[in-house]
């Protein structure tokens, strides 16, 4: 499949994802739903959810027998997003203003409370209806567990990263998105399989290991985009990863290959809250003039190279035509 056709299918995917999951964030008191609600309501690829109906497919799944899963890594993703914003003090997300400046703190950390609670609701009322064993429904509830565990440790790591003043390595910032990002990537496959009847233990680690690989080159592009992206595309202010001190691999990168002058001009507003839009309009500007991004999307491209190896060995299908067609569009991406 081509990109257009893969994101179509993506669109379709996400529409279905978005009517499941509102329907599952309806309550009392109203307001603190519709913050629940915020970001999904916006829109949004729903990547998440594609891969683990896809990893469902590929092992004579149907999709209804995906749908929980894939609503419970979707919800656990938006608590990262609303709790992550906080942290950030970031004002836009999806071309909206974020649920703690939309809704005030606290309930912003609530409705985060309440997605991280109804995505595990989600398997453990929803699967068994579906036929899904309890044994499997266990280890999708552990495997979820595990997974939330890893994300906020990398966001820890991601934290501390910005505060230490030295300049972290590349293995070092790809260990931390392995936890923040990749984990949930890979939970999505996992869990994916876990739902597909016909699938064994041996299935489930070659597409958790595929997904955790597209997981990382997400999160490189992701890094990349929040440093040169367009931000009437993105929907996120561009340059903000630099005002937070972020140490992503676009950024260390542009840090290593710049002369002094252009150093000069990123490390005055990197971690500088302070700094004018002109400033940071003017770094990024830097960073963009470097020729970065193949570079970072050539490492992205190794991963993803990676997924594919974790998953050669299976017949060529339709559903593995697809997932493996949703990696690349990762890489190319540009919002």
Do not use: W
Request: proline share 2%; glycine share 6%.
């Amino acid at each position: 499949m081509n990109i257009p056709e893969i994101d179509e299918e993506m669109e379709s995917t996400a529409s279905d994802m978005n009517e499941y999951m509102l329907t599952r964030l309806r309550g009392t008191p109203a307001e603190l739903y519709s913050a629940s609600a915020h970001y999904i309501s916006s829109g949004g690829k729903r990547l998440r959810p594609f891969m683990v109906v896809k990893a469902c497919e590929m092992f004579g799944g149907k999709k209804i027998l995906a749908l929980p899963a894939a609503a419970s890594v979707e919800m656990i993703h938006n608590f990262s997003l609303v709790h992550d914003d906080i942290m950030d003090n970031d004002d836009v997300r999806h071309s909206v203003p974020t649920v703690h400046k939309s809704y005030g703190l606290p309930l912003a950390i609530l409705a985060g409370d309440v997605l991280f609670s109804k995505a595990y609701q989600m398997i453990v009322e929803n699967c068994g209806k579906l036929g899904i064993s309890n044994s499997r429904i266990c280890e999708m509830v552990s495997r979820l567990s595990n997974a939330c565990v890893d994300v906020c440790e990398g966001q820890a790591l991601d934290l501390g990263m910005a505060f230490e003043k030295r300049l972290v390595g590349e293995q070092e910032y790809i260990s931390m998105i392995t936890k923040k990002t990749a984990a949930l990537f890979g939970l999505s496959c996992a869990l994916g399989v876990l739902s597909a009847p016909s699938s064994t233990e041996k299935d489930t680690f070659a597409l958790t290991q595929f997904g955790e690989n597209v997981g990382i080159a997400f999160q490189l592009i992701d890094d990349l985009i929040g440093v040169v992206g367009d931000a009437k595309l993105t929907g996120k202010s561009v340059g903000n990863d630099l005002r937070e001190g972020k140490k992503t691999l676009p950024i260390l990168l542009a840090l290593q290959i710049s002369n002094s002058d252009s150093r000069e001009k990123i490390l005055k507003v990197f971690a500088a809250r302070n700094a004018s839009r002109t400033e940071i309009e003017e770094a990024v500007k830097t960073i963009s003039s470097l020729g970065i991004e193949e570079a970072v999307r050539d490492n992205a491209r190794q991963h993803i190279q990676k997924a594919m190896e974790s998953i050669s060995s299976y017949d060529d299908s339709i559903s593995k035509r697809k997932i493996i067609a949703s990696a690349h569009f990762i890489v190319e991406r540009t919002v």
